[in-house]
Protein backbone atom coordinates (compact mmCIF):
# COMPACT_ATOMS: atom_id res chain seq x y z
CA UNK A 1 0.00 0.00 0.00
CA UNK A 2 1.24 3.73 -0.87
CA UNK A 3 0.72 6.41 0.90
CA UNK A 4 -2.92 8.17 1.81
CA UNK A 5 -4.15 10.32 0.00
CA UNK A 6 -7.17 11.73 1.00
CA UNK A 7 -8.06 15.73 1.43
CA UNK A 8 -10.73 17.35 2.35
CA UNK A 9 -12.07 17.53 -1.34
CA UNK A 10 -12.43 13.77 -0.93
CA UNK A 11 -15.46 12.43 -2.03
CA UNK A 12 -16.48 9.81 0.30
CA UNK A 13 -18.21 6.36 -0.11
CA UNK A 14 -18.80 3.76 2.48
CA UNK A 15 -20.04 0.30 2.73
CA UNK A 16 -22.77 -0.63 4.80
CA UNK A 17 -24.09 -4.26 6.22
CA UNK A 18 -24.14 -5.84 9.54
CA UNK A 19 -21.62 -8.05 9.90
CA UNK A 20 -19.24 -5.39 8.04
CA UNK A 21 -16.03 -6.19 9.20
CA UNK A 22 -14.72 -8.41 6.38
CA UNK A 23 -15.91 -6.95 4.16
CA UNK A 24 -13.55 -6.85 1.35
CA UNK A 25 -15.55 -3.39 -0.47
CA UNK A 26 -12.97 -0.92 0.75
CA UNK A 27 -9.86 -2.48 -0.12
CA UNK A 28 -10.88 -3.39 -3.73
CA UNK A 29 -12.67 0.42 -4.35
CA UNK A 30 -9.52 2.42 -2.16
CA UNK A 31 -6.72 0.51 -4.54
CA UNK A 32 -9.14 1.80 -7.90
CA UNK A 33 -9.13 5.05 -6.77
CA UNK A 34 -5.83 4.71 -5.64
CA UNK A 35 -4.16 3.78 -9.37
CA UNK A 36 -6.68 5.95 -11.10
CA UNK A 37 -6.10 9.35 -8.71
CA UNK A 38 -9.36 9.96 -8.06
CA UNK A 39 -10.04 12.00 -5.05
CA UNK A 40 -12.34 9.27 -3.49
CA UNK A 41 -12.02 7.38 -0.29
CA UNK A 42 -14.23 3.69 0.76
CA UNK A 43 -14.71 3.19 4.59
CA UNK A 44 -16.88 0.63 6.33
CA UNK A 45 -19.71 1.20 8.91
CA UNK A 46 -21.72 -1.38 10.94
CA UNK A 47 -25.38 -0.14 10.64
CA UNK A 48 -27.82 -2.53 12.54
CA UNK A 49 -31.21 -2.79 10.87
CA UNK A 50 -32.83 -0.10 13.18
CA UNK A 51 -30.07 2.29 12.52
CA UNK A 52 -30.65 1.81 8.50
CA UNK A 53 -33.21 5.17 8.55
CA UNK A 54 -30.60 6.96 10.39
CA UNK A 55 -27.58 5.67 8.14
CA UNK A 56 -29.54 7.17 5.34
CA UNK A 57 -29.98 10.60 6.65
CA UNK A 58 -26.79 11.09 8.00
CA UNK A 59 -25.67 10.05 4.06
CA UNK A 60 -27.56 13.37 2.91
CA UNK A 61 -26.29 15.16 5.70
CA UNK A 62 -22.69 14.70 5.45
CA UNK A 63 -22.83 14.43 1.66
CA UNK A 64 -21.25 11.11 1.37
CA UNK A 65 -21.40 10.39 -2.26
CA UNK A 66 -22.09 6.91 -2.61
CA UNK A 67 -22.91 3.02 -0.51
CA UNK A 68 -21.91 -0.11 -0.92
CA UNK A 69 -25.14 -2.36 0.00
CA UNK A 70 -24.59 -5.25 1.94
CA UNK A 71 -26.28 -8.14 4.00
CA UNK A 72 -29.02 -7.26 5.80
CA UNK A 73 -30.07 -3.79 4.54
CA UNK A 74 -30.36 -4.49 0.36
CA UNK A 75 -34.18 -5.12 0.91
CA UNK A 76 -35.26 -2.68 3.19
CA UNK A 77 -33.14 0.39 2.19
CA UNK A 78 -35.82 0.92 -0.51
CA UNK A 79 -38.14 3.18 1.38
CA UNK A 80 -35.68 5.73 2.58
CA UNK A 81 -34.23 6.40 -1.31
CA UNK A 82 -35.68 8.88 -3.69
CA UNK A 83 -35.66 6.97 -6.86
CA UNK A 84 -34.87 3.32 -8.42
CA UNK A 85 -33.34 2.77 -11.60
CA UNK A 86 -35.38 0.04 -13.15
CA UNK A 87 -33.43 -2.64 -13.07
CA UNK A 88 -32.73 -2.99 -9.20
CA UNK A 89 -36.65 -1.70 -9.19
CA UNK A 90 -37.51 -5.40 -11.06
CA UNK A 91 -35.33 -7.31 -8.85
CA UNK A 92 -36.59 -5.14 -5.41
CA UNK A 93 -32.58 -5.42 -3.93
CA UNK A 94 -30.31 -2.52 -3.98
CA UNK A 95 -26.36 -2.68 -3.59
CA UNK A 96 -25.27 0.38 -4.37
CA UNK A 97 -26.64 4.07 -3.39
CA UNK A 98 -25.38 7.06 -5.49
CA UNK A 99 -25.91 10.43 -4.32
CA UNK A 100 -26.19 13.32 -6.72
CA UNK A 101 -26.87 16.66 -4.64
CA UNK A 102 -28.91 15.20 -2.66
CA UNK A 103 -30.92 13.12 -4.64
CA UNK A 104 -30.83 9.22 -3.24
CA UNK A 105 -30.71 6.96 -5.55
CA UNK A 106 -31.06 2.65 -5.45
CA UNK A 107 -28.65 0.30 -8.36
CA UNK A 108 -28.34 -3.09 -8.66
CA UNK A 109 -25.33 -4.47 -9.86
CA UNK A 110 -24.88 -8.13 -8.38
CA UNK A 111 -27.02 -9.16 -11.40
CA UNK A 112 -23.93 -8.12 -13.36
CA UNK A 113 -21.59 -9.96 -11.22
CA UNK A 114 -23.12 -12.97 -12.90
CA UNK A 115 -24.19 -12.50 -15.85
CA UNK A 116 -20.95 -10.44 -17.60
CA UNK A 117 -18.62 -13.51 -16.33
CA UNK A 118 -21.08 -16.11 -17.84
CA UNK A 119 -21.34 -14.25 -21.22
CA UNK A 120 -17.67 -14.08 -21.53
CA UNK A 121 -17.66 -17.83 -21.89
CA UNK A 122 -21.32 -18.05 -24.04
CA UNK A 123 -24.36 -16.22 -24.88
CA UNK A 124 -27.19 -17.22 -22.22
CA UNK A 125 -29.87 -17.14 -25.00
CA UNK A 126 -31.53 -20.60 -25.13
CA UNK A 127 -29.40 -22.06 -22.15
CA UNK A 128 -30.92 -24.16 -19.39
CA UNK A 129 -30.03 -22.75 -15.70
CA UNK A 130 -29.79 -24.79 -12.53
CA UNK A 131 -30.37 -22.05 -9.77
CA UNK A 132 -29.69 -23.66 -6.55
CA UNK A 133 -31.23 -21.71 -4.20
CA UNK A 134 -33.78 -18.60 -3.60
CA UNK A 135 -32.61 -15.86 -1.61
CA UNK A 136 -31.10 -12.56 -2.04
CA UNK A 137 -28.53 -13.68 -4.44
CA UNK A 138 -30.40 -16.28 -6.32
CA UNK A 139 -33.09 -13.14 -7.45
CA UNK A 140 -30.44 -11.19 -9.00
CA UNK A 141 -29.29 -14.46 -10.97
CA UNK A 142 -32.75 -15.02 -11.96
CA UNK A 143 -33.52 -11.87 -12.75
CA UNK A 144 -29.92 -11.71 -14.75
CA UNK A 145 -30.22 -15.10 -16.40
CA UNK A 146 -33.85 -14.42 -17.24
CA UNK A 147 -33.04 -11.17 -19.04
CA UNK A 148 -30.14 -12.73 -21.29
CA UNK A 149 -32.66 -15.40 -22.52
CA UNK A 150 -31.96 -18.42 -20.50
CA UNK A 151 -34.53 -20.36 -18.57
CA UNK A 152 -34.30 -20.81 -15.02
CA UNK A 153 -35.63 -23.52 -12.87
CA UNK A 154 -34.99 -23.05 -9.22
CA UNK A 155 -33.80 -26.10 -7.05
CA UNK A 156 -34.81 -24.77 -3.49
CA UNK A 157 -34.24 -26.84 -0.11
CA UNK A 158 -37.85 -25.97 0.72
CA UNK A 159 -39.74 -25.27 -2.57
CA UNK A 160 -43.00 -23.39 -1.26
CA UNK A 161 -39.99 -20.39 -0.59
CA UNK A 162 -38.72 -20.27 -4.03
CA UNK A 163 -42.57 -19.53 -5.25
CA UNK A 164 -42.59 -15.33 -5.50
CA UNK A 165 -38.97 -15.85 -6.76
CA UNK A 166 -40.06 -18.37 -9.94
CA UNK A 167 -42.91 -16.01 -10.59
CA UNK A 168 -40.66 -13.20 -11.17
CA UNK A 169 -38.88 -14.92 -13.26
CA UNK A 170 -40.80 -17.13 -15.31
CA UNK A 171 -39.20 -19.92 -13.60
CA UNK A 172 -39.96 -23.34 -12.55
CA UNK A 173 -39.61 -24.62 -8.99
CA UNK A 174 -37.89 -28.09 -7.77
CA UNK A 175 -36.72 -29.78 -4.84
CA UNK A 176 -32.81 -29.64 -4.18
CA UNK A 177 -34.10 -33.76 -3.31
CA UNK A 178 -34.71 -33.65 -7.24
CA UNK A 179 -30.84 -32.41 -8.09
CA UNK A 180 -30.50 -35.87 -10.68
CA UNK A 181 -32.11 -33.70 -13.26
CA UNK A 182 -29.73 -31.07 -12.62
CA UNK A 183 -27.45 -33.21 -15.30
CA UNK A 184 -29.69 -31.85 -18.23
CA UNK A 185 -28.88 -28.40 -17.68
CA UNK A 186 -26.22 -26.17 -18.91
CA UNK A 187 -25.35 -24.21 -16.06
CA UNK A 188 -25.35 -24.44 -12.65
CA UNK A 189 -25.39 -21.42 -10.13
CA UNK A 190 -25.25 -21.74 -6.60
CA UNK A 191 -26.86 -19.41 -4.54
CA UNK A 192 -27.33 -21.02 -1.28
CA UNK A 193 -24.96 -20.81 1.73
CA UNK A 194 -24.32 -24.49 1.61
CA UNK A 195 -20.33 -24.45 1.29
CA UNK A 196 -19.20 -21.44 3.65
CA UNK A 197 -19.72 -21.15 7.08
CA UNK A 198 -20.66 -24.02 9.44
CA UNK A 199 -21.37 -25.84 6.17
CA UNK A 200 -18.06 -25.68 4.55
CA UNK A 201 -16.30 -28.68 2.74
CA UNK A 202 -20.46 -29.30 2.07
CA UNK A 203 -21.88 -29.20 -1.60
CA UNK A 204 -25.78 -28.45 -2.01
CA UNK A 205 -25.87 -30.86 -4.56
CA UNK A 206 -24.15 -34.67 -5.24
CA UNK A 207 -20.93 -34.19 -7.49
CA UNK A 208 -21.91 -37.27 -9.68
CA UNK A 209 -24.21 -34.68 -11.09
CA UNK A 210 -22.03 -32.20 -12.49
CA UNK A 211 -20.51 -33.36 -16.04
CA UNK A 212 -17.93 -31.54 -18.12
CA UNK A 213 -20.80 -29.55 -20.01
CA UNK A 214 -21.87 -27.41 -17.44
CA UNK A 215 -20.73 -24.50 -16.50
CA UNK A 216 -20.17 -24.66 -12.48
CA UNK A 217 -21.10 -20.78 -10.58
CA UNK A 218 -20.37 -20.58 -7.39
CA UNK A 219 -21.26 -17.11 -5.62
CA UNK A 220 -19.88 -18.16 -2.22
CA UNK A 221 -16.47 -16.00 -2.26
CA UNK A 222 -15.09 -17.18 0.84
CA UNK A 223 -13.59 -19.65 1.17
CA UNK A 224 -12.40 -18.66 -2.43
CA UNK A 225 -13.27 -22.50 -3.79
CA UNK A 226 -15.97 -24.59 -2.10
CA UNK A 227 -16.29 -27.95 -2.27
CA UNK A 228 -18.84 -27.20 -5.34
CA UNK A 229 -16.05 -25.55 -7.27
CA UNK A 230 -13.74 -28.73 -6.39
CA UNK A 231 -16.37 -31.24 -7.34
CA UNK A 232 -16.59 -29.01 -10.76
CA UNK A 233 -13.14 -28.83 -11.81
CA UNK A 234 -12.54 -32.75 -10.62
CA UNK A 235 -15.69 -33.47 -13.16
CA UNK A 236 -14.05 -31.37 -16.06
CA UNK A 237 -16.71 -28.73 -15.70
CA UNK A 238 -15.79 -24.70 -16.21
CA UNK A 239 -15.86 -23.03 -13.08
CA UNK A 240 -16.89 -19.55 -12.14
CA UNK A 241 -16.40 -18.17 -8.37
CA UNK A 242 -17.57 -15.70 -6.22
CA UNK A 243 -14.47 -13.77 -7.02
CA UNK A 244 -15.70 -13.54 -10.17
CA UNK A 245 -18.89 -12.34 -9.19
CA UNK A 246 -17.94 -9.84 -6.54
CA UNK A 247 -15.09 -7.71 -8.85
CA UNK A 248 -17.94 -7.61 -11.83
CA UNK A 249 -20.55 -6.09 -9.28
CA UNK A 250 -17.93 -4.41 -7.90
CA UNK A 251 -16.43 -2.63 -11.25
CA UNK A 252 -19.79 -1.75 -12.02
CA UNK A 253 -20.46 -0.19 -8.56
CA UNK A 254 -17.21 1.65 -8.91
CA UNK A 255 -18.01 3.21 -11.73
CA UNK A 256 -21.61 4.12 -11.27
CA UNK A 257 -19.75 5.69 -7.89
CA UNK A 258 -17.02 8.02 -9.79
CA UNK A 259 -18.55 8.43 -13.40
CA UNK A 260 -15.52 6.55 -14.82
CA UNK A 261 -14.12 2.31 -15.09
CA UNK A 262 -12.61 0.83 -12.43
CA UNK A 263 -8.91 -0.30 -12.95
CA UNK A 264 -9.83 -4.30 -13.36
CA UNK A 265 -6.29 -5.76 -13.01
CA UNK A 266 -5.51 -3.54 -9.79
CA UNK A 267 -8.60 -4.45 -8.09
CA UNK A 268 -8.09 -8.19 -8.59
CA UNK A 269 -4.68 -8.08 -7.52
CA UNK A 270 -5.68 -6.50 -3.90
CA UNK A 271 -9.00 -8.70 -3.71
CA UNK A 272 -6.73 -11.75 -4.52
CA UNK A 273 -4.31 -10.62 -2.31
CA UNK A 274 -7.10 -10.29 0.14
CA UNK A 275 -8.68 -13.83 -0.10
CA UNK A 276 -5.32 -15.74 0.12
CA UNK A 277 -6.42 -18.53 -2.40
P1 LIG B 1 -28.93 -14.78 0.40
O1 LIG B 1 -29.79 -13.57 0.54
O2 LIG B 1 -27.48 -14.52 0.67
O3 LIG B 1 -29.13 -15.51 -0.89
P2 LIG B 1 -30.73 -16.19 2.13
O4 LIG B 1 -31.79 -15.26 1.76
O5 LIG B 1 -30.55 -16.49 3.57
O6 LIG B 1 -29.32 -15.74 1.61
O7 LIG B 1 -30.98 -17.54 1.31
C1 LIG B 1 -30.33 -18.67 1.66
C2 LIG B 1 -30.64 -19.77 0.64
O8 LIG B 1 -29.82 -20.88 0.98
C3 LIG B 1 -32.09 -20.27 0.68
O9 LIG B 1 -32.47 -20.66 -0.62
C4 LIG B 1 -31.99 -21.47 1.61
O10 LIG B 1 -32.97 -22.47 1.38
P3 LIG B 1 -34.42 -22.40 2.11
O11 LIG B 1 -35.26 -21.45 1.30
O12 LIG B 1 -34.91 -23.79 2.06
O13 LIG B 1 -34.18 -21.91 3.51
C5 LIG B 1 -30.64 -22.02 1.20
N1 LIG B 1 -30.02 -22.85 2.24
C6 LIG B 1 -29.51 -22.44 3.41
N2 LIG B 1 -29.01 -23.51 4.09
C7 LIG B 1 -29.23 -24.60 3.33
C8 LIG B 1 -28.94 -26.00 3.47
N3 LIG B 1 -28.32 -26.48 4.56
N4 LIG B 1 -29.29 -26.83 2.47
C9 LIG B 1 -29.91 -26.35 1.36
N5 LIG B 1 -30.21 -25.06 1.16
C10 LIG B 1 -29.87 -24.18 2.13
Known sequence: MSSLNVTARSSLCLVIGDPIAHSLSPAMHNAGYEALGLPFVMAAARVSPEQLADAVRGMRALAIRGLAVTMPHK???????????????AIGA????????????????????????????????????????????????????????????????????????????????????????????????NTTSVGMGESAGESPIPADVITQRHIVFET???????????DGEARGARVLRGFDMFIEQGLAQFEL????????EVMQRILIQSLNP
Open 75 to 89: VSIIPFLDRLDPVAK
Open 257 to 264: HTGVKGPR
Open 94 to 189: VNTVVNDNGTLTGHNTDWIGIVNPLMRIAPLKGVRVALLGAGGAALAAAYGCSAQGASVTIFNRTPEKARPLAALCGGEVRSLAEAASIRDFDIII
Open 220 to 230: IYHPFSTQLTK
